[in-house]
């Protein structure tokens, strides 16, 4: 039987009902942008986060350049962020003037440590992007410990948790994306920035208003960079299941320890103090192409997500050209990532793993 990489569709199917009435009510009232649905869910996404302040925003890409711009970063500083990570979270940082400088990562979570930031700070450092990736929990207080400020990079990992809090509420400001296939996906483009600082949260709203209050007075070049109505709508049906979908990820994962997939290659780890929502679940092998091979050839989706890592992208050049990042580069040639879902079953978990070839080395 085939296993799909992800499914969104079935843990969707029983809200249906609930989403057609929230779409409908959207329409009905005639209120399309920055209305009493985006309002709702920043307030409701405020308070799951735990952070004082929600911002809807169009999606993640800019939520990041917005959060860089309101945290003060700009022409002639560097923003640290990792390699190993969607291209965007890179991406989105000259648009604010600034240089980023690529930092390696833990293989074992996949995620930036304090040592591996430490390693690529420079006088010039304003920001630290650190991106929770596949759903784990960078280590963000020990980040901030080095003395600068962290944007959390929480695109994939909204439903996680952390002894420190949720992602959201880690850093001094974080962003999310809800591109559909995320772990809380909106029918559209979406994301949203969420920070304790008022003072952030005033100009990130400023930010994504054209740099306006009002629309009659500019205090700065802007952005067009809005969560819709419908889509916050939409959104607001699915947060109170997130926490439900989680425990789904985190029980897919048992599921496949539980079928022996450890003892064909590398499971993910979670960060210390880590409760992961498992975005992804990405798993490491010396073997990954002819794996991804065998699991193609029974039906079984999987992807290596980044094999070029960002630094090593044409685009980034400019910019990455004499990073040294083994950990990065190792990860890049050995992960990835198999079937995952809210929904993903034992008896999934068990043909993915019996599809697995055995090698003598992982
Ligand atoms: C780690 C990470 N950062 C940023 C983004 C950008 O989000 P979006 O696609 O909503 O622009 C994504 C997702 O696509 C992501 O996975």
Known sequence: MAVPLFDTATPLAPLRAEIDVAMARVLDSGRFILGPEVAAFEQEFAA????????????????????????G????DDVVVPSFTFYASAEA?????ARPVFCDV?????????????????????????????????PVAEIEALGVPVLEDAAQAAGSRSDGGRPGALGTAATFSFFPAKN??????????????????????????HGSRDKISYEQVGYNSRLDELQAAILRVQLPHLDGWADGRRAAGDHYAEAGLGELVTLPAPAAGAQPAWHLYVVRSAHADELAEALAGATIGCRAYYR???HRQ?????????????????????????????VLTAGQAAEVVAAAPTYSDR
């Open 314 to 342: 044409p685009a980034m050049a400019p910019f990455g050209a004499h990073a040294r990042l083994p950990a990065t580069d190792e990860l890049a040639r050995t992960h990835l990532a198999l079937p995952m879902s809210p």
């Open 308 to 310: 070029t890592p960002v």
């Open 73 to 76: 970063v700009g022409p002639g």
């Open 93 to 97: 940082i000259p648009p604010t003037g």
């Open 184 to 209: 809380l996906g909106a029918f559209g483009d979406g994301g949203a920035i969420t920070t304790a600082d008022e003072t952030l949260a005033d100009r990130v709203r400023t930010l994504r208003l």
């Open 48 to 71: 799951y986060c735990g952070a004082a302040h929600a911002v809807g925003v169009a999606n993640g890409t800019e939520a990041l350049t917005i959060a860089l711009r309101a945290m």
């Open 106 to 138: 833990d293989p074992d979570s996949a995620c930036a440590t304090a040592e591996t930031v430490r390693a690529a700070l420079t006088p010039a450092t304003k920001a630290v992007i650190a991106v929770h990736l596949f759903g784990n929990v960078a």
